[in-house]
């Protein structure tokens, strides 16, 4: 049986208000209302929580991705953990495992937060977030998985042992871009065990987190994340409208509306900042996934990116529901 603990202490979420910054100022009261932590029976049935840590080197050749989501009414979880290793691809995705004692919902407004999942595929996320003015956040994630060497695995276990071990610390306070879900961009330590050896590499990290009703995986969207020095853009559409942020040296700014290309080995892309700004560019694909997602699969590339504020890395996912 895998289960899952949880380890809480309140705090208050907020990005900061700086030349055109993003706004939010969720106070404790309306953060425990948002979020209070209920039992299982007083959660809608689509209700559903997760929490992802990704990063990878500047040039894209090494990188991991860990994810966890949880489904409390449904009383399962899934697992998914990719690391590549130059031409080496390590990838796996595991549905159906169980809660174990985990009930109700993480309460994400907590200073100290840790999602567990204990089993033969193992994981565990933890995080702190600072209530001092700088509101900085460090984390760590460890998944222990067996997985299949290939960039398109099949649903389930493989039979290859997989250890990713990371350390994470944000460049800038947690963004909170919609209802339920935060992200923030950093820096990321990573050692990769795999049956070839250790691997170890640094450089730049993506935290995520994301609680609320969800009946399915998700909607169609075309999701944008990438990060250079002192500088990184999220950037999603969905048909209901576009949301992200750009991080632009100390300021991050919201985003309003999001043009890409369709899918292609190199995807044009404009995206236009709540200030009036205009950030244009191009994605060059470096590698291609894809992830066993609900009895679909979710396609995902690496993405080398020259634009007008400067170089960035990091992928662009696709996911289209009535398409894959």
């Given amino acids: 049986m895998i289960g899952t603990h949880v380890n809480r202490r309140q705090f ?4 900061a208000a700086a030349s055109g910054g993003l706004v939010l100022d969720l106070s404790l009261e309306a953060a425990t209302r948002l979020f209070h932590a209920g039992s299982q029976a007083e959660l809608s049935p689509t209700y559903a929580e997760s929490v992802q840590l990704a990063g990878m080197t500047r040039d894209g050749a090494q990188e991991i991705s860990m994810r966890v989501a949880r489904f409390p009414r449904r009383g399962d979880a899934t697992l998914w953990a990719t690391a ?11 549905e159906n495992l169980g809660l174990g ?4 919902r993480t309460q994400v407004e907590d200073e100290t937060v840790r999602f567990d999942v204990v089993g033969t595929d193992q994981a565990v996320f933890s995080r702190r977030l600072s209530l001092t003015p700088s509101g900085m956040m460090k984390g760590s994630a460890k998944v222990s998985i067996g997985a299949h060497q290939t960039a398109d695995p099949p649903t389930g276990r493989g039979p290859h042992a997989l250890v990713i071990e990371a350390k994470f610390e944000s460049s ?23 049956p070839s050896g250790v691997n170890k590499f640094q450089g730049f990290g993506k935290w995520h987190e994301q609680v609320g009703d969800r009946p399915r995986f998700a909607s169609a969207f075309t999701y944008l994340g ?4 002192r500088i990184g853009l999220l ?3 969905l048909k209901a409208g576009a949301f992200g942020y750009a991080r632009l040296g100390n300021q991050t700014i919201p985003v309003k509306t999001v043009v890409i290309d369709p899918i292609g080995p190199r995807r044009r892309f404009r995206v236009e900042l ?8 191009e994605a060059v694909t470096k590698r291609a996934i894809s992830t066993p997602v609900e ?20 992928n662009l996912n696709d996911w289209d529901p009535d398409r894959h």
């Fill in 84 to 94: 590549c290793l130059g031409d080496n691809v390590y990838n796996a995705a595991i």
């Fill in 12 to 15: 208050t979420v907020w990005t």
């Fill in 295 to 314: 009895g679909s699969r979710r396609p995902s590339t690496t993405v080398m990116v020259k634009s007008d504020i400067g170089p960035m890395v990091g």
């Fill in 274 to 281: 709540d200030n009036g700004r205009v950030i244009e560019g």
């Fill in 226 to 229: 990438v990060m250079g020095d």
């Fill in 101 to 104: 004692d985990f009930k109700g």
């Fill in 172 to 194: 800038h306070q947690t963004v909170k871009v919609r209802p339920g879900r935060s992200e923030v961009m950093g820096r990321i330590w990573a050692t990769v065990r795999t």
């Fill in 235 to 237: 950037a999603v559409w």
